[in-house]
């Protein structure tokens, strides 16, 4: 049973900077690559970043694209989302999610397991 579970959202002023954990267990970990999506209320899932199994390739959204960093750490079967110069509009519930192949995606079926989402909320 492959289970995702996020941590690390909460409230924070624009300017300000959060750091997202996503820990995986179910499975080899280091096998796979890894995506966050985000959906504020209202609108669709949307792509925020995806990193491959080895971590050395990453893809962003437009949006987030030198602000966000993905990353990952295979000893510790974590990915990560550091998110500096937040702003109101990044105001989402942020989910991890896993695919059943190595390399990255940036469409929200391809990948197979999610987790439960932790809420940002970027006060203006």
């Known amino acids: 049973q492959v289970q995702l579970v996020e941590s690390g959202g909460g409230l924070v002023q624009a300017g300000g900077s959060l750091r997202l954990s996503c820990a995986a267990s179910?499975?080899?970990?280091?096998?796979?690559?890894m995506g966050w999506f985000r959906q504020a209320p209202g609108k669709e899932r949307e792509f925020v970043a995806t990193i491959s199994w080895t971590g050395s390739i990453t893809y962003y959204s437009n949006s987030v694209k030198g602000r966000f960093t993905i990353s990952r750490d295979n000893t510790k079967n974590t990915v990560y989302l550091q998110m500096n110069s937040l702003k109101p509009e990044d105001t989402a519930v942020y989910y991890c999610?896993?695919?059943?192949?190595?390399?990255?995606?940036?469409?929200?079926?391809?990948?197979?397991?999610w987790g439960q989402g932790t809420q940002v909320t970027v006060s203006s």
């Open positions: 179910g499975r080899t970990f280091s096998n796979y690559a």
């Open positions: 999610a896993s695919r059943s192949f190595s390399g990255t995606a940036l469409v929200k079926n391809a990948y197979d397991y």
